[in-house]
């Protein structure tokens, strides 16, 4: 008897506590609008599952953040793969989808730093050629800029270096640079046998110090300057615990958090500066917003699904546990392969 009065009074003080997390975070979008919308997710967040508000701040966080989306992101598109295996680009604003290119066979896209390009890999099916393209925002002037007579998989996962200038990407075991100006190629890194076949498949990212990262076998690779430097994450789990191979990494836009995700579901979330390691249950291709708020998570289940990202300070990469990123995730649409571009520099 004496637990049951406990319980109860522990139920009462939880659902006393999440009524106000809820009735401030309902009180700040009233009052503040667009401008309150990230103040109140955040509240939201801190709201227990099992709290008797959990319901009602689950439906107004998946109505916030589409909220938030369409009203402080309209000047940034997001380009993604359909079902149809047609290259799109999504108006966060109106919702409204462009078909850019027909069908294909497409890698995963990425956007120019100015936001006013983009460039992905692609075996396009009026043309036999696997190669390397370009187009402009609004879908006009595709070109290619480097091909592979062989359509096996051999340039993969470029990405734009900081200054917009050159293209980075994997080809036949090597890290090279495309100069867009003059059309010349300079090799990054030549790897060595040991690591060949990693760089033949991995996925590709770029940190802001120009500094370029795969990913293989629960390590992650470093290059810059023709040198080469890996370091394994820094906490006890193994890969084998998450069913998959690496599918996807990226790089946050304002820090150096680093987000990469499995084949079979799952994406991990590592922050170097703060020693925080957070992971989710759905994973796929990754993009951040502009203001690293959010991802949007290309999922196994074809769905363009947006969280924000909050880790949980409480967890480090010492502890027993990883930190579970708070999520509940609401849908673009059906796609995968999603880039979010930066706001465009005019």
Same mark, same amino acid.
């Given at each position: 008897?004496?637990?049951?009065?406990?319980?109860?009074?522990?139920?009462?003080?939880?659902?006393?506590?999440?009524?106000?997390?809820?009735?401030?975070?309902?009180?700040?979008?009233?009052?503040?609008?667009?401008?309150?919308?990230? $103040?109140?997710?955040?509240?939201?967040?801190?709201?227990?599952?099992?709290?008797?508000?959990?319901?009602?701040?689950?439906?107004?966080?998946?109505?916030?953040?589409?909220?938030?989306?369409?009203?402080?992101?309209?000047?940034?598109?997001?380009?993604?793969?359909?079902?149809?295996?047609?290259?799109?680009?999504? $108006?966060?604003?109106?919702?409204?989808?462009?078909?850019?290119?027909?069908?294909?066979?497409?890698?995963?896209?990425?956007?120019? /730093?100015?936001?006013?390009?983009?460039?992905?890999?692609?075996?396009?099916?009026?043309?036999?050629?696997?190669?390397?393209?370009?187009?402009?925002? %609004?879908?006009?002037?595709?070109?290619?800029?480097?091909?592979?007579?062989?359509?096996?998989?051999?340039?993969?996962?470029?990405?734009?270096?900081?200054?917009?200038?050159?293209?980075?990407?994997?080809?036949?075991?090597?890290?090279?640079?495309?100069?867009?100006?003059?059309?010349?190629?300079?090799?990054?890194?030549?790897?060595?046998?040991?690591?060949? $076949?990693?760089?033949?498949?991995?996925?590709?990212?770029?940190?802001?110090?120009?500094?370029?990262?795969?990913?293989? %076998?629960?390590?992650?690779?470093?290059?810059? $300057?023709?040198?080469?430097?890996?370091?394994?994450?820094?906490?006890?789990?193994?890969?084998?615990?998450?069913?998959?191979?690496?599918?996807?990494?990226?790089?946050?836009?304002?820090?150096?958090?680093?987000?990469?995700?499995?084949?079979?579901?799952?994406?991990?979330?590592?922050?170097?500066?703060?020693?925080?390691?957070?992971?989710?249950?759905?994973?796929?291709?990754?993009?951040?917003?502009?203001?690293?708020?959010?991802?949007?998570?290309?999922?196994?289940?074809?769905?363009?699904?947006?969280? /924000?990202?909050?880790?949980?300070?409480?967890?480090?990469?010492?502890?027993?546990?990883?930190?579970?990123?708070?999520?509940?995730?609401?849908?673009?649409?059906?796609?995968?392969?999603?880039?979010?571009?930066?706001?465009?520099?005019?």
């Amino acid at each position: 008897m004496r637990n049951k009065c406990l319980l109860f009074l522990l139920l009462l003080f939880t659902g006393c506590f999440t009524q106000d997390n809820y009735q401030k975070a309902v009180k700040i979008i009233k009052n503040k609008k667009s401008a309150g919308y990230k $103040e109140a997710l955040t509240l939201l967040y801190d709201i227990p599952i099992r709290s008797r508000n959990y319901y009602k701040a689950s439906k107004l966080i998946k109505k916030t953040v589409i909220d938030d989306v369409k009203t402080n992101y309209k000047d940034t598109l997001i380009a993604f793969i359909s079902k149809r295996k047609e290259f799109c680009v999504l $108006e966060p604003a109106t919702g409204n989808v462009r078909k850019y290119i027909s069908k294909g066979y497409f890698g995963q896209p990425r956007w120019s /730093p100015d936001g006013a390009k983009i460039v992905f890999s692609a075996l396009l099916e009026d043309d036999r050629t696997y190669g390397v393209y370009l187009i402009n925002r %609004d879908g006009t002037g595709l070109i290619p800029i480097i091909h592979e007579q062989n359509p096996g998989r051999t340039i993969m996962h470029p990405v734009w270096s900081k200054d917009g200038k050159s293209i980075i990407m994997n080809y036949q075991g090597k890290i090279i640079r495309y100069q867009l100006q003059n059309n010349k190629i300079q090799t990054i890194y030549q790897s060595t046998h040991e690591y060949k $076949e990693v760089f033949n498949a991995v996925p590709f990212g770029i940190k802001p110090d120009e500094n370029y990262l795969s990913i293989y %076998d629960w390590k992650i690779f470093q290059i810059n $300057e023709n040198k080469l430097s890996l370091y394994t994450l820094p906490y006890k789990y193994k890969p084998n615990l998450y069913n998959g191979f690496y599918q996807d990494i990226t790089v946050s836009n304002q820090s150096n958090k680093i987000a990469f995700s499995l084949s079979r579901g799952g994406v991990i979330i590592y922050d170097p500066e703060s020693q925080l390691v957070g992971k989710s249950s759905n994973g796929g291709e990754i993009t951040w917003s502009p203001d690293d708020f959010y991802i949007i998570l290309g999922s196994v289940s074809e769905n363009l699904i947006i969280t /924000p990202v909050f880790m949980d300070s409480s967890y480090s990469v010492n502890s027993d546990e990883i930190n579970h990123i708070k999520s509940i995730h609401v849908s673009l649409g059906k796609g995968r392969k999603p880039a979010w571009s930066p706001v465009l520099t005019r």
